[in-house]
């Protein structure tokens, strides 16, 4: 299914489908013995999904050799790849409540569950913005193996199409108060203006001292989709009607670093691969290469 303009999903379908991607990533980095992540809500997650080709990924039971390109050091990498990504995010949120900031918010939260397994200091309330349908499902399944968040969550059900700075402060936001943001994996689903846009209303939003995160994929702008069509194939055979080539928007946009910092943001880029050494994981090998390139993790705080 392509992308349109008011095109609407959930978690089996069309950008959804990413979300439940990215989780079954933080589940199998869960269970990997080296242990840099910890996110026991991941798996249940996924599994209440439903789709065949992630539940057989968790179970050990997905047939690699019939996808082209999927040679174990390839999923490997893709597995801590999502690991030193989630790692990432969790210290950035960690660092900023440390700091004193007491409001958080996820933008297009998806199956994020930071909210349940955070330790986030009294006080902190964590919002997540969504899809209606994308949160009405994860607090449902969450509630029903028992989870309770360890701050105060609130959800905002609400398309980043529409007026959701409204939506926020009309849930609670304290726009003079500082604001922890992150908006994980997000920027490729969107078009360039809407990036632009997206960072606008964050500091519109933001106080000095609100800090944000984010990354930004320099592949994005002479992306090649024939590079992700076998996964798209793939999901097909597995009866996930998603494109994966057409749910991001390529061409030229905005460096997110640049952005931001011309915005008043005083914020800093780190290389995936530089994740990876600092983490103690070896840098994958360079033929085993990412469509979308070195991805530029994001973060820093808002000082003008």
């Keep these: 299914m392509s992308r349109t303009h008011d095109d609407n999903w959930d978690l089996a379908s069309s950008v959804g489908a990413t979300a439940t991607l990215v989780a079954s990533g933080r589940a199998m980095a869960t269970k990997d013995p080296r242990r840099l992540i910890n996110d026991p809500f991941a798996e249940p997650l996924v599994r209440a999904v439903g789709l065949d ?15 082209d390109n999927a040679s174990p050091e390839r999923l490997q990498a893709m597995i801590d790849g999502m690991a030193v990504r989630t790692k990432f995010f969790d210290d950035y949120f960690v660092n900023a409540t440390n700091d004193g900031v007491r409001q958080a918010v996820i ?39 028992g989870a309770e968040p360890t701050a105060t969550r609130r959800t905002v059900p609400i398309d980043l199409r529409q007026d959701w700075p409204a939506a926020l402060k009309a849930s609670g936001l304290d726009p003079t108060a500082p604001t922890a943001w992150l908006a994980e994996g997000l920027l490729i689903y969107l078009p360039p203006e809407a990036q632009d846009r997206l960072f606008d209303n964050i500091t519109a939003l933001s106080v000095p001292g609100s800090t944000i995160a984010t990354e930004f994929a320099p592949g994005i702008i002479d992306f090649d989709a024939s590079r992700v069509q076998d996964m798209g194939n793939v999901f097909r ?64 705080t808002r000082t003008a």
């Design 53 to 67: 080709f992630f539940t057989k990924m968790l179970d050990g039971e997905l047939d690699t050799s019939t996808i």
């Design 107 to 145: 933008l297009a939260s998806g199956l994020d569950a930071r909210a349940y397994r955070l330790p986030w200091p009294a006080g902190t309330v964590v919002y997540e913005l969504d899809q209606p349908q994308v949160i009405e499902f994860k607090t449902t399944t969450l509630a029903g193996i």
């Design 237 to 300: 055979e597995h009866g996930m009607d998603v494109d994966m080539a057409s749910l991001v928007y390529a061409g030229e946009r905005n460096h997110g670093l640049d952005y931001l910092r011309a915005s008043g943001w005083e914020v800093e880029g780190v290389a995936r691969t530089e994740l990876f050494r600092r983490n103690g994981i070896e840098v994958p090998d360079p033929q085993i290469d990412d469509p979308l390139g070195d991805i530029v993790f994001i973060s820093g």
